[in-house]
C-alpha cells in the first residue's frame, strides 16, 4: 500500500497532521504562532529537512510539523524530494497529511508536485508483509496539497506524475526485497502479465522449451543447475504514432548462488535474491507509460532465472551457444548475469531499434571502483549514454561512465569458443563485463547500467529505505519518455 494523494484549495475538515514549510530566510508563516527568534530558541531554524512537531492550535485537531526546507532560492526538485521525505517520515503516525508544500521552490508547480509526491511516498514505504510488527509500516494513507486556483491543474499533473513513477518504484522494491521462495522466475513471469494487464501492455512469457527452441543458449545455460525453470517476458508498448523505439533489457537472476563457483555464505550472500533489480526496475519503468502518455515505443525483455549448483550445473568449459550464434567458454558460472542478457540483446538487436538499454546488478567490481551511491554506465554511442546522464540528473539516480577500453577485450579471448566469459585477472571487471555484452548489440546504439552498488542501502536515509532501493526505475521512466533518436556515434 502507498499513499493517496489529493489536490485542494483549503485544508481538509479532518486531516491528522498539517506540514507547514519554513524556510531559513523569509517571514515565517502565521498559522506557526511563534516568531523567528522564538522558534529559533527551541532548535528550529528551517534547515533542509529539519522538522518540528507542534500541538494542534485554534479550531483545528490536527499537529502542526513544520518542515525546514533550507534558503527558499534554493528549494529545486532534489531538494523538495528530501524534503517531502523529511516531512513525511516525521507525519507516519498519522493518518493523514495536508501541506502547502509543492507550493514553494522556483520550479515550476507540475515538478515541484512530482517531487513531493515521489519523496513523501518513497520515504514511508517499506516491505512488510513478513513483519508482525504492526508499527512497521508508516499509518499515512492520504496525502493533501493544498494549492492555489492557479496552480492546481499543474500540480494534478504533477501528481499524476507522481504517484505513477513512485507506486512503481515501491513495486520494484518489493519485489527485490522478497525473499527468492517468494518470487521465483514463474511467480514474477505471471506477475508481469498480471500487471501489463493492468497498465496497457502486450506480455508475451517464454518457458524452457521455448528458449531453447529459440537458440537462448545464455538462459539454457545458466538455468540448468536450478530446479526452478526460467522464464523471459517480453513487454510491449505501442502508442499511436511513429516515435522512436528503444528497447529495455533487465538482468532477473532470482537468487545468485554463483552456480559451482559458489559465492561464500556471507552477508553479500543473503542479498543475492536482489539480483533481478534490474528486471524489476525494467517492469517498473513499462507499468508507467501509459499512464504518462509516454510516445517512444518500448519494448522489454526481463531474463528471469536462478544461477544454481547441481549435478546438473552448468560446468567450469562448458560452451555456450548464445541466440546470436556467437560461442561462450564458461570459466565462472558466478558471470551469469552477462549470460542471460547476451540473450537478451540479441533479440533487441534484431528488432533494430534506435537504443538499447540494459540493466543489471552486474558486477562487484563496480562498487570497487565507484561505490555504492553511483551507478556505473557504460555503451557503445556516446550521444545515448549523454541521455541517459541527463536523466541520472534530474531523477537525482546518479551515474559514472567507465570507458570501454578495446584492448580489455583480449583478456576474453578463449582457446576453443568465441569468447570466455571472463578474463583471467586484468582488473576492471566492470568494463570487460560490458565489452562483453557489446558483443551481442551489433551496431545498435546501447548502453549498459551496472546497479550491483545501488541496489540496495543498508539505512533509512533521505526518500530511500533500508533494503531494495529499485535504483534506474525513475532514471529510465524519464529517459524513454523523453527519449530522442541518439546520432550515429
Ligand atoms: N550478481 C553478481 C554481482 C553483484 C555483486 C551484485 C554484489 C550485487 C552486489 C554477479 O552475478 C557476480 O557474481 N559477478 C561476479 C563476476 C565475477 C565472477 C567475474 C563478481 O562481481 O564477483
Ligand atoms: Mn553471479
Ligand atoms: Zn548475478
Not at 481538509?12 to 522564538?38: C, E, F, Q
Not at 526496475?281 to 508507467?288: D, E, H
Request: charged share 20%; with cysteine; hydrophobic share 45%.
Amino acid at each position: 500500500m502507498t499513499i493517496a494523494v489529493q489536490v485542494s484549495r483549503s485544508v481538509p475538515a479532518k486531516t491528522g497532521a498539517i506540514g507547514i514549510p519554513v524556510a531559513l530566510d523569509g517571514p515565517i508563516p502565521a498559522s506557526v504562532g511563534m516568531s523567528r527568534a522564538a522558534l529559533k530558541s527551541i532548535g528550529f531554524e528551517g534547515k533542509r529537512e529539519q522538522t518540528l512537531v507542534l500541538a494542534a492550535a485554534g479550531r483545528s485537531s490536527a499537529v502542526r510539523i513544520l518542515i525546514g526546507v533550507g534558503k527558499l532560492s534554493t528549494v529545486d526538485e532534489s531538494s523538495m524530494r528530501l524534503i517531502a521525505a523529511a516531512l513525511a517520515r516525521a507525519a507516519k503516525k498519522h493518518d493523514s497529511l495536508c501541506t502547502t508544500l509543492a507550493g514553494i521552490g522556483r520550479m515550476d508547480r507540475k515538478t515541484a508536485a512530482q517531487a513531493v509526491v515521489e519523496g513523501a511516498t518513497l520515504a514511508t514505504h517499506r516491505y512488510g508483509d513478513l513483519k508482525n510488527d504492526k508499527d512497521f509500516s508508516a499509518k499515512l494513507k492520504l496525502l493533501t496539497l493544498v494549492t492555489t486556483d492557479a496552480a492546481s491543474s499543474a500540480t494534478k499533473a504533477g501528481v499524476v506524475r507522481g504517484k505513477v513513477i513512485a507506486d512503481a518504484v515501491c513495486q520494484a522494491r518489493d519485489f527485490a526485497n522478497m525473499p527468492p521462495a517468494y518470487l521465483t522466475a514463474r511467480m514474477f513471469a505471471d506477475k508481469a502479465v498480471d500487471i501489463a494487464k493492468a497498465t496497457g501492455l502486450t506480455a508475451t512469457v517464454y518457458n524452457r522449451d521455448q528458449l531453447k527452441a529459440m537458440g537462448c543458449g545464455g538462459m539454457i545455460g545458466v538455468n540448468k543447475g536450478s530446479v526452478e525453470p526460467p522464464r523471459m517476458v517480453k513487454l510491449e508498448y505501442t502508442p499511436a504514432g511513429s516515435g522512436a523505439k528503444i528497447v529495455l533489457v533487465g538482468k532477473g537472476v532470482m537468487y545468485d548462488s554463483g552456480g559451482i563457483s559458489l559465492k561464500p555464505s556471507n552477508e553479500s550472500h543473503a542479498i543475492m535474491k536482489m539480483d533481478m533489480s534490474g528486471a524489476a526496475a525494467v517492469l517498473a519503468t513499462m507499468s508507467t507509460l501509459k499512464t504518462l502518455k509516454c510516445k517512444t515505443k518500448v519494448t522489454a525483455y526481463l531474463m528471469c532465472t536462478d544461477n544454481m549448483p547441481s549435478g546438473g550445473a552448468l560446468k567450469l568449459g562448458d560452451v555456450l551457444t548464445m541466440r546470436n550464434g556467437k560461442t561462450v567458454e564458461i570459466h565462472n558460472t558466478d558471470a551469469e548475469g552477462r549470460l542471460i542478457l547476451a540473450d537478451g540483446l540479441s533479440l533487441a538487436a534484431e528488432s533494430k531499434p534506435d537504443a538499447i538499454v540494459d540493466i543489471a546488478t552486474l558486477t562487484g567490481a563496480i562498487i570497487v571502483a565507484i561505490g555504492e551511491k553511483v551507478a556505473g554506465v557504460m555503451g557503445n554511442n556516446q550521444s545515448l549514454i549523454e541521455q541517459i546522464k541527463g536523466s541520472a540528473m534530474r531523477t537525482d539516480e546518479p551515474v559514472w561512465q567507465l570507458p570501454l577500453i578495446d584492448e580489455y577485450k583480449k583478456g576474453l579471448d578463449s582457446v576453443v569458443a568465441d569468447m570466455r566469459n571472463i578474463t583471467s585477472g586484468g582488473g576492471a571487471g566492470s568494463i570487460t563485463a560490458a565489452l562483453f555484452l557489446r558483443e551481442f548489440v551489433a551496431d545498435v546504439p546501447w548502453a549498459h547500467l551496472d546497479i550491483a552498488g545501488t541496489m540496495d542501502v543498508r539505512g533509512d536515509e533521505g526518500w530511500h529505505n533500508r533494503g531494495a532501493t529499485a535504483f534506474g526505475t525513475r532514471l529510465l521512466v524519464d529517459l524513454v519518455t523523453n527519449f530522442r533518436k541518439p546520432s550515429r556515434k
